[in-house]
């Protein structure tokens, strides 16, 4: 006797391994542990509080001058001012002078 092949009914075709966001299930059971994220964000705050202590300052000055404020405002003032003078706020002043002349400039416009 012989097997006749036909297709299968679609309740007994096997279902794709993804989720409804595209993302393979076998890639999804991959991941980081607790301890990896919390180390990548210490490792994320200390790269912006040491490049970007202008920023922090100027953010805390923005809040208001509240008296639970104030200790922290003096802090991120004296840390942003031992960043500076070690020459650490330059790549963030450079890329902020570089966005600055990007939106000066006179960009052709997209209509017709």
Known sequence: ???????LPSYLEPRPATTADAIPIRLRRVG?????VLALS?????TLA???SHDLASWLDRMGGSP??????HAAARWD???????LGRPAEALRYFIQRLQDQDWPSAEK
């Open 50 to 52: 040491v490049f970007a």
């Open 42 to 46: 210490l490792i994320g705050a200390l």
């Open 1 to 7: 006797m012989v097997a006749l092949e036909s297709e």
């Open 81 to 87: 001012h031992a960043m500076a003078s070690l020459g």
């Open 68 to 73: 639970a404020l104030a200790p922290l405002q």
């Open 32 to 36: 980081a542990t607790p301890r990896q």
